[in-house]
């Protein structure tokens, strides 16, 4: 039986109007999940590059939710660009953080 890899995980913030991810480039495996929480509960969405290799490419998430975007095993692979917006009342702060996909 294979052991499940624990998920990788994304912190995002929003401070002062800057949004930031801790790690800002995440290195992902085949198999393996990314996982994103925002701090503060601030509802928040990501959307994948037009590249992307994923058929879903927009994923919001309301407050106290997060995202898991599991990585398929046969995801080519390779750096990934994305869209955060993060929603603080009637403003969108937004950051472009990227994935890399390991084999």
């Not at 890899?5 to 930031?20: C, E, H, R």
């Not at 992307?52 to 990934?80: D, E, M, W």
């Not at 660009?81 to 009342?89: Q, S, T």
Request: net charge positive; with cysteine; glycine share 4%.
């Amino acid at each position: 039986m294979e052991k499940t890899k624990p998920p990788v995980s994304v912190k995002i913030t929003l401070t002062k109007g800057l949004v930031q991810c801790a790690p800002c480039r995440t290195y992902v495996r085949r198999g393996q999940s990314i996982e994103w929480d925002c701090a503060k509960n601030f509802p928040f969405a990501i959307h994948l590059g037009y590249d992307s290799p994923f058929t879903k490419v927009h994923h919001q998430a309301l407050r106290q939710q997060r995202i898991r975007l599991n990585i398929a095993k046969n995801t080519p692979c390779g750096s990934y660009k994305y869209i955060i917006a993060v929603f603080n009342g009637s403003k969108v702060w937004i950051e472009d953080p990227e994935f890399i996909v390991l084999p």
